[in-house]
T-cell receptor
Framework: DQQVKQNSPSLSVQEGRISILNCDYT??????FLWYKKYPAEGPTFLIS?????DKNEDGRFTVFLNKSAKHLSLHIVPSQPGDSAVYFC???????????FGAGTQVVVTP | GAGVSQSPSNKVTEKGKDVELRCDPI?????LYWYRQSLGQGLEFLIY????????KSGLPSDRFSAERTGGSVSTLTIQRTQQEDSAVYLC???????????FGPGTRLTVL
């Protein structure tokens, strides 16, 4: 039962342009969402999060948008840089801490 | 400060053997999580510890999998009678009790021949 879905397995974007990664979820009880970035042969690293009481959270080049009615969140990276090339995972949870559900990931490739 | 560490980094074993994977969380982190990532797949939740107890073991794929945590710190994931489908990267993460953010270790790549 895949409760968190990232339907785009890969995304290619030119350096300097905007990268938009999408994530959909089915469990309306999820109240906290996170994005992780993963380089090959390394563990995922935390990027940005958003609580369900907000619809937007911004941190530097990274902005996460949450649309609760559509059960959809997105991560915007602008401007994209070559170092942003990685796999990005969306995650969601129902508790303040506890079981997290992860999406399958989106491979982002930023080309010069 | 030191991050989450896992050992071994790589493990190759023969089908039917038992393996133990170790996770050292960040000091003071009360929550500890085990995940695995099979080739081409996303992160699959296995088990979660709060202190030494495991409120959620629902992700363990079979009774060949078990995990324990002692002293609220180190955790060991044990896989008995390994099968080829157990081949994956096993990731451990920890988080403090005031924060939802999970900090991941580098993972253990398990290959079952």
């Amino acid at each position: 039962d895949q409760q968190v879905k990232q339907n785009s397995p890969s995304l290619s974007v030119q350096e300097g342009r905007i990268s938009i990664l999408n994530c959909d979820y089915t469990n309306s009880m999820f109240d906290y969402f996170l994005w992780y970035k993963k380089y090959p042969a390394e563990g995922p690293t935390f990027l940005i999060s958003i609580s369900s009481i907000k619809d937007k959270n911004e941190d530097g080049r990274f902005t996460v948008f949450l649309n609760k009615s559509a059960k959809h969140l997105s991560l915007h990276i602008v401007p994209s840089q070559p170092g942003d090339s990685a796999v990005y995972f969306c995650a969601a949870t129902t508790d303040s801490w506890g079981k997290f559900q992860f999406g399958a990931g989106t491979q982002v490739v930023v080309t010069p | 400060g030191a991050g989450v560490s896992q050992s071994p980094s790589n493990k190759v074993t023969e089908k039917g053997k038992d393996v133990e994977l170790r996770c050292d969380p960040i000091s003071g982190h009360t929550a500890l999580y085990w995940y695995r990532q099979s080739l081409g797949q996303g992160l699959e939740f296995l088990i979660y510890f709060q202190g030494n107890s495991a409120p959620d073991k629902s992700g363990l794929p079979s009774d060949r999998f078990s995990a324990e945590r002692t002293g609220g710190s180190v955790s060991t994931l044990t896989i008995q009678r390994t099968q080829q489908e157990d081949s994956a990267v096993y990731l451990c993460a920890s988080s403090p009790d005031y924060d939802n953010t999970q900090y991941f270790g580098p993972g253990t790549r398990l290959t079952v021949l």
